[in-house]
């Protein structure tokens, strides 16, 4: 009976005061139809707000990654790879001419094997084949074998792969190399150690020193405003100050039509009608000593950067 009553309709000549279970009911239905809609507001909302902030942050040296990366991809599947780790060279090493930054990745050690060229030849020759098909041309200068270790070198544009196997023998004795060896193989694929990269939303480029590491921006009220993902975390990991790409630790960006007015004239670029300005943020993101320290330092070479390179994107 309870159960007919609140399932129940009450006819236009009913009495709600009459029927307090109807009543009940009545009353149940408004509260959950404004509770649904606040509910599918917020969720909107929450969507709306979503959506903005994942615009908001970029990491230029994921971007970079990406596109370096996937020169070497897909992965030569002989063996099994660990993730790619940020690397760097020095001129002088394989041979270079110029320092490179970029990506390595590195395989699990191919272990106990009798025969060294086993493992390293079909590595090689996928990927010359691959390189080749994509615009790669060897790079003899980077090109060296040996008994333990090969290295061969390939170059396009401005970016270098450097692939490399080296092996381990499983027990040393006197005389030349030889298996029974552990093996393993390695891609480094990066550039010059300055790269251009684009703040596409503003329409400006500018030359990134690596020391900036893995560089991020957020972008609001029509500027671009800069921080590194290892300050972040540091200043996260510390627990004292706000260091995100949001509140604009390395500065910020701006391109605009009108003569900005900033503190220091010497930031602003001027490319046709358009001005390109620097703005150093106003207070440290940090009280940690550490991390205050270590923000004076990437705040000067963003701005030295900044200042030495910038320029529109048409």
């Known amino acids: 009976m309870v159960s007919t009553r609140v399932c129940g309709t009450?006819?236009?000549?009913?009495?709600?005061?009459?029927?307090?279970?109807?009543?009940?009911?009545?009353?149940?239905?408004?509260?959950?139809?404004?509770?649904?809609?606040?509910v599918v507001l917020l969720l909107i909302g929450v969507g709306i707000g979503s959506y903005f902030y994942s615009d908001l942050g970029k990491t230029i040296n994921n971007e970079s990654e990406e596109a370096l990366l996937s020169e070497v991809q897909p992965l030569y599947n002989g063996v099994q790879w660990y993730p790619s780790s940020e690397a760097s060279l020095n001129a002088g090493d394989y041979g270079l001419q110029k320092a490179l930054v970029g990506f390595r990745i590195v395989s699990e050690p191919i272990t106990n094997i009798d025969?060294?060229?086993?493992?390293?030849?079909?590595?090689?020759?996928?990927?010359?084949?691959?390189?080749?098909?994509?615009?790669?041309?060897?790079a003899g200068a980077l090109?060296?074998?040996?008994?333990?270790?090969?290295v061969w070198g390939y170059s396009k544009g401005g970016m270098h792969i450097i692939l490399e196997s080296m092996a381990k023998q499983i027990i040393v004795a006197d005389g030349p190399f030889s298996c029974p060896c552990d093996v393993t193989l390695s891609i480094f694929v990066g550039r010059d150690m300055n790269r251009h990269v684009q703040i596409k939303e503003i329409g400006v480029e500018l030359l990134v020193d690596p020391r900036l590491g893995s560089l991020e921006y957020a972008i609001?009220?029509?500027?671009a405003h800069f921080s590194t993902k290892s300050l972040a975390e540091k200043a996260k990991a510390v627990g004292k100050g706000f260091c995100e790409p949001e509140d604009g630790p390395l500065g910020s960006?701006?391109?605009?039509?009108?003569m900005p007015e900033v503190g220091d004239p010497r930031n602003v670029r001027k490319f046709g009608d358009k001005y390109v300005f620097y703005l150093s943020p106003q207070d440290r993101c940090s009280s940690d000593p550490q991390v205050e320290s270590l923000t004076i330092e990437l705040q000067k070479l963003f701005e030295k950067n900044f200042n030495e390179s910038v320029r529109l994107v048409r």
């Open 115 to 138: 025969d060294y060229s086993q493992v390293v030849v079909p590595f090689y020759e996928f990927y010359d084949n691959q390189l080749m098909k994509k615009g790669w041309s060897e």
């Open 253 to 258: 960006v701006y391109a605009t039509n009108e």
């Open 10 to 38: 009450l006819s236009s000549g009913s009495n709600p005061d009459r029927h307090p279970i109807k009543k009940f009911d009545l009353l149940f239905s408004k509260s959950m139809k404004i509770i649904l809609s606040l």
């Open 220 to 223: 609001s009220y029509g500027g």
């Open 143 to 150: 090109t060296a074998d040996g008994p333990s270790g090969s």
